[in-house]
């Protein structure tokens, strides 16, 4: 590091976010926080511009993220094709995307996380890491739903897991069908 530290590492994964510039919606006079801030017409605080994307920060939240930014492309075109004010659009309403990486340089490493993968008190993990096969996988349940969770290095699972979560459903009670979806590779 630049400090001269040796990290102990085959593989450093630095996760830092994205950080819009937004010197020049500032200097337009819009208003700006981490983003250039929008309601759910995707409108910035000039009714007449609207901003969608990386630049934008909705709800408190600036995703950073290709599929927020392709639904509110959708959710902006719909609003700019309606004819009158009551037609069709009801806006954009934030969006619950499931976070998918894959790092191809060298070793492939898949990497997904969806909701929230930081447990509050009261809330149950459930958390398998097999560091023969490089995999971890990590799920948060908060009452008796799944509310977030992190997989690395083995994404086999991510589609039942990402449907239990966008569901919202109870989970069954004895915690089994939750271990089986997140094993139900055939993994550890
Ligand atoms: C290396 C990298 C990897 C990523 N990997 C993922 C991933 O795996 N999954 C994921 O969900 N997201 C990923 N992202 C984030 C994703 O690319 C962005 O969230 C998404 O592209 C945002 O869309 P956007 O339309 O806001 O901006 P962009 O896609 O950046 O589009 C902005 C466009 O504006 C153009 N432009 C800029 N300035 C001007 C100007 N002055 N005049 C005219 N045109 C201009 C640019 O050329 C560009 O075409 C990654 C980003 C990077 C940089």
């Not at 901003?51 to 290709?66: F, K, R």
């Not at 992190?150 to 086999?156: A, P, R, T, W, Y």
């Amino acid at each position: 590091m630049a400090d001269g530290y040796a990290l102990d590492a085959d593989l450093v994964v630095l996760a830092c976010g994205v950080h819009p510039r937004v010197g020049l919606a500032q200097d337009a006079g819009l208003a700006v926080h981490k983003g250039v801030i929008v309601d759910d017409e995707l409108r910035t605080s000039d009714p007449h511009i609207r901003a969608i994307g990386d630049c934008a920060q909705h709800d408190g939240q600036v995703y950073g993220l290709a599929a927020p930014a392709l639904e509110q492309a959708e959710v902006l075109a719909e609003l700019l094709a309606r004819t009158a004010p009551a037609e069709g659009a009801t806006g954009y309403r934030g969006t619950r995307a499931l976070t998918r990486l894959t790092l191809a340089s060298g070793t492939p490493l898949d990497l997904a996380a969806f909701g929230e993968h930081t447990a509050l008190p009261g809330d149950d993990v459930i958390q398998l890491t097999d560091a023969t096969r490089g995999t971890y996988r990590k799920v948060v349940v908060r009452d008796d739903r799944l509310v977030g969770g992190v997989l690395v290095g083995e994404l086999g699972t991510v589609g039942a897991l990402a449907r239990a979560w966008e569901g919202a459903e109870p989970l069954p009670a004895d915690g089994a069908p939750l271990l089986h979806l997140l094993t139900n590779d055939g993994g550890s």
